[in-house]
């Protein structure tokens, strides 16, 4: 998964700090365990670093070629470049027929392939070619899971739901355990809060007192799990003017001075602990939305609906990875990462979750949402097969191709 690869140069230092260790205690070269502590140490760091030094220079590239035409070979290595994923070549697309003369030279590592070319006799001989010549085939699908974090609309079926939702991601233990997850964090956390959220609510029904005075809890309705409203609880940020339904975005004039530091701090979010606490929502998961935005991207993002299968939760990986929606092309960006989660959820995914929402508290990143790969997950047009033949658009390695 991309977040636990950002960790992958991690390992290398972990080796050479081991390595050191096991090296002074059988010879005997060190007596102080300090020194070798701190000789581990250095080599950790200097083996991170120059991980970090050749990768952000574009060494140990995996190299890729596209079955398809030059257009998605073209989107593909864009959606790389604007991700900064330096550690990709796309060289070109192909077609089948090329696909054995574009392998023969021993220069890709990676095929990867759409949704248009899952035919038998396709996939069969693709397959041959990639194991004979040690080239990975990688549904364009999956690559994107690996790479972005994120499943692209368009290269997903209703079937793809029955893997997602199968009990090897996600069982009936894991359940239990993200429940239990939920109860051992939240009373505590309940508890202390508890004082800090009167406050606030007092404080915001104080100062709107000239406005209309409206309760300092905000109480609104969202969809959960099975689609069922229920009514989330919030600390209200906003004045009685404006929809309460409209999209937020960034320097909302609707918003309060308290309102403005509670969202900051996101302090604004904690009555829904009272929601996760009765077991509408969960710690980690895809956020609900209003009533009104589900009805409505329901309509226009395909399978929008099927989000809801799942507890929504007070953080989650789309909320970690793209901050909020203020756009139908900004929830189809998140949607694609909710179907990330739901396919890869665990407990382990969960935590790192947590972690990584304790460290965007501090980077506070709630707005500037920018779907990298929006053209891809939103279904531009895609090849309905690639035969055997010549595909109009596509250019072999090396007579057109990108590189």
């Excluded at 029904?205 to 005075?213: H, K, P, T, V």
């Excluded at 409203?229 to 404006?242: C, D, E, I, Q, S």
């Excluded at 990143?365 to 891809?376: D, E, H, K, S, V």
Aim: charged letters at 20%; hydrophobic letters at 45%; one cysteine or more.
């Amino acid at each position: 998964m991309p977040i636990f690869a950002q960790l992958v140069p991690a390992l290398y230092g972990f080796v050479g700090a081991l390595a050191v260790l096991l090296t002074e205690v059988a010879v005997g070269i060190s007596t102080a365990p300090a020194w070798g502590v701190a000789s581990a140490a250095g080599l950790a760091t200097l083996t991170l670093a120059a991980a970090g030094w050749v990768g952000e220079r574009g060494g140990w590239r995996l190299r890729l070629v596209v079955v398809g035409t030059m257009a998605e070979a073209e989107r593909l290595a864009s959606e790389l470049e604007r991700a900064g994923k330096r550690g990709y070549e796309v060289l070109g697309a192909v077609g089948i027929d090329r696909l054995e003369s574009a392998l023969a030279g021993g220069r890709v590592d990676q095929v990867v392939f759409s949704a248009g070319v899952c035919d038998r006799a396709v996939f069969s001989r693709l397959g041959r070619l990639c194991l004979a010549d040690r080239a990975e085939a990688v549904r364009l699908s999956v690559f994107h899971e690996r790479v972005f974090g994120a499943v692209p609309l368009a290269e997903i079926d209703p079937s793809w739901f029955v893997s997602a939702l199968s009990p090897l991601h996600g069982g009936r233990g894991y359940e239990r355990a993200k429940r239990a997850l939920d109860i051992v964090v939240v009373v505590p956390l309940l508890v202390c809060c508890a004082p800090l959220i009167v406050l606030f609510a007092a404080l915001i029904s104080i100062r709107d007192e000239q406005r209309g005075a409206r309760p300092g809890i905000f109480k609104q309705q969202r969809v959960g799990r099975g689609g069922v409203p229920f009514t989330l609880y919030k600390l209200r940020t906003m004045t009685a003017a404006g929809d309460a339904s409209a999209w937020a975005v960034a320097d909302d004039e609707r918003v309060t001075s308290i309102g403005a530091f509670l969202r900051k701090t996101h302090l604004d979010e904690l009555p829904q602990l009272i929601n996760i606490l009765k077991g509408e929502m969960t710690l980690v998961g895809p956020r609900p939305e209003q009533v009104a935005h589900v009805a409505a991207l329901s309509q226009e993002l395909p399978f929008f609906p099927e989000r809801h299968r799942v507890t929504p939760g007070l953080t989650g990986w789309a909320q970690v990875r793209c901050g909020y929606a203020g756009t139908v092309e900004e929830s189809a960006y998140k949607l694609c990462h909710d179907l990330y989660y739901m396919r890869h959820r665990s407990l382990t995914l969960d935590l790192a979750i947590l972690v990584e929402t304790a460290r965007t508290l501090v980077a506070d990143r709630q707005f500037g949402l920018t779907p990298i790969t929006a053209a891809t997950m939103l279904g531009r047009a895609l090849p309905a097969a690639v035969d055997s033949s010549a595909t109009p658009g596509t250019a072999a390695i090396g007579s057109g191709g990108l590189r």
